[in-house]
């Protein structure tokens, strides 16, 4: 499966997943920034060094460096008077009834990862595939190991991407999208790859040079590439039954003995696992 993405995804995302404790800013070129504590230049990659651990970003990608700015305490604010104490019980405020919170308005989900995919250049049956093994649709669904929401976000990654409410379609999926295109970037458009770091970790992959030989994970890529490749396949076997078949009567008044060659479709390639 092909699936092209714009230049700088990968920044994006692995900006937005640096510690938010340090003492000086850096800047990149794509606009995001990033809290550091030290940095360390390796021949053309600097090494910013976060909270958490480190991040290597190529030099040319970092358009400056700033100094942290301590947050302004806000004015004190002068204290409200009090009220007088009523001499005698008030019996309508007894009776009178607690205000409803007004219900959130129905999220179309579809039509979430639909924008999300569109923004990411992501094929939506794909993203689809993996948040039905991240949680099944459930929008508050909680792992063993805290991950939260639709695609899973664990709640230190879900801050450090910006997502205030990780039980938030929207934003989790938001998320999770940017997440899963940065790693498709960083793997040339291998989903077999993308996946595994999804589930293990970027690093893992790296160290085992592919899908590393945890059942959990083997099992994660194959659930979701098998639950794609069925889609697919559905979809070109419906595509076809759709064709109307050739009319003889059109053929017969031609005259002609020539066969004309069959107009070959276009269709999404199914992943196939490495």
């Not at 559905?234 to 003889?248: F, L, N, R, V, W």
Request: hydrophobic share 35%; proline share 11%.
């Amino acid at each position: 499966m092909k699936l092209p993405k714009p230049v700088g995804i990968a920044l994006v995302l692995l900006a937005a997943q640096l510690s938010a404790f340090s003492a000086e800013i850096a800047v990149l070129r794509n606009g995001f920034s990033i809290r550091i504590e030290r940095k360390e230049k390796i021949g053309n990659i600097t090494r910013l060094y976060t909270g958490s651990g480190f991040l290597d970003v190529p030099t040319e990608e970092i358009q400056s460096y700033e100094p942290e700015e301590a947050p302004v305490a806000p004015p004190p604010q002068p204290a409200a008077p009090s009220a007088p104490a009523p001499t005698q019980p008030n019996p309508v405020a007894l009776t009178t009834p607690v205000a409803q919170t007004t219900p959130k308005t129905p999220v179309d989900l579809d039509q979430v990862v639909r924008e999300a995919s569109q923004r990411y250049q992501l094929d939506p049956d794909f993203v689809n595939s993996v948040i039905k093994a991240e949680s099944n649709f459930k929008t508050r669904a909680v792992s063993k190991k805290g991950a939260q929401g639709l695609m899973q976000l664990m709640p230190a990654t879900a801050s450090k991407l910006g997502v205030a409410d990780p039980f938030d379609p929207k934003a989790n999926v938001e998320a999770g999208t940017a997440h899963l295109s940065s790693l498709l970037d960083r793997y040339h458009n291998d989903p077999i790859k993308a996946l595994a770091a999804y589930n293990a970790g970027a690093h893992r992959v790296e160290q085992y040079h592919g899908v590393p030989p945890y059942h959990e994970t083997q099992t994660y890529v194959a659930k979701i590439v098998h639950d794609f490749n069925t889609k697919k396949r559905a979809q070109m076997k419906a595509s076809a039954a759709a064709k109307p078949a050739p009319s003889p009567t059109k053929a017969a008044t031609t005259g002609s003995t020539k066969k004309k060659k069959p107009q070959q479709a276009s269709v999404t390639k199914p992943v196939n696992p490495a």
